[in-house]
């Protein structure tokens, strides 16, 4: 069995090709900035993209928040990440948290968010870069940014318009308002929303149904969801022959023909 990696602020296992990243910062609402989880999620999505076996990665958080986003307190103290010139603040973005958005959509697997609490600024970020959301009744989301002053500065107004639409994300980003669960899942941020105790096993088994397919078609199957947001049609058609060639020629390919015929 694949050893899992040993993480600073947070814990990850593997079972029956399920990852799950569980943050370990209750103690600061499983805040991004000032802990470990950044790095945490980078490493994470390092060694599952190295690892084939892994058929789907769960997010969630240990405690009552999913992740309250960047920490309030270093930003008014201007510590940590906040503190500095203009140019050293803006490094500090693209090498850190930038640097997890940009793993987190490069993840070769399908991606569960299961947001268990609060998903704030940040924290929603985070969620959105997942595939796939499912909310606790307790969860409460909110992109939160310019009640602070601040913009999405991690890439949330990239995410946000592609999970809930334009019209409904410049609403999100233009009050800063926290939505209950219920309307999360109203306006398609949620796919579903579940009793506190049911999330990670209906995480899990949602996740398990993606595991079971053949891998390799699973990780391109998501590499053409992303393809097919940023090419044109003729060009997105070539990728996709390309890409089929593979999956013809591939022994998982095979072998899934022969359990389908021998049913």
């Known amino acids: 069995m694949t050893k899992t990696l040993t993480l600073s602020d947070a814990e990850l ?6 990852a ?22 980078i490493a994470t999505v390092d060694w599952v993209n190295e690892h084939h076996e892994v058929g789907a990665l769960i997010i969630t958080g240990n405690g009552n928040a999913f992740s309250s986003g960047g920490n309030v307190k270093d930003m008014y103290d201007r510590a940590g990440m906040f503190g500095g010139n203009p140019i050293e ?9 930038q640097k997890m958005a940009r793993a987190l959509y ?13 998903a704030i600024g940040a924290g929603l970020d985070v969620a959105c870069m997942c595939d796939i959301r499912i909310g606790s009744e307790h969860a409460k989301v909110g992109e939160t940014f310019v009640n602070l ?34 309307e999360a ?37 998501k590499r053409l969801l992303q393809a097919g947001e940023r090419l044109e049609l003729p060009d997105f058609l070539d990728f996709c022959a390309a890409q ?15 359990r389908f015929l021998n049913k």
């Not at 296992?13 to 399920?18: M, Q």
């Not at 799950?20 to 999620?41: E, H, M, P, Q, S």
């Not at 490069?106 to 609060?118: C, K, S």
């Open 13 to 18: 296992t593997l079972e029956d090709g399920i």
């Open 89 to 97: 603040i803006q490094d500090r973005y693209r090498r850190g948290i």
């Open 149 to 182: 002053g601040i913009i999405p500065g991690d890439g949330g107004a990239w995410f946000l318009p592609r999970v809930v639409g334009k019209q409904r994300a410049a609403e999100m980003t233009f009050s800063g308002r926290i939505i209950g669960a219920d």
């Open 185 to 221: 899942k109203n306006i398609g941020l949620f796919l579903e929303v579940v009793p506190a105790a049911e999330l990670i096993p209906y995480a899990q088994k949602m996740a398990a149904e993606f595991a079971k397919k053949p891998r390799e078609a699973l990780r391109i199957s």
């Open 244 to 258: 089929q060639s593979l999956c013809h020629t591939h022994e998982q390919h095979h072998q899934a023909l022969g």
């Open 106 to 118: 490069q993840l070769e697997v399908p991606a569960i968010a299961a947001v268990n609490g609060a």
């Open 20 to 41: 799950t990243l569980y943050f370990n910062r209750d103690d600061v609402r499983n805040a991004l900035t000032g802990t470990a989880l950044v790095n945490d999620i």
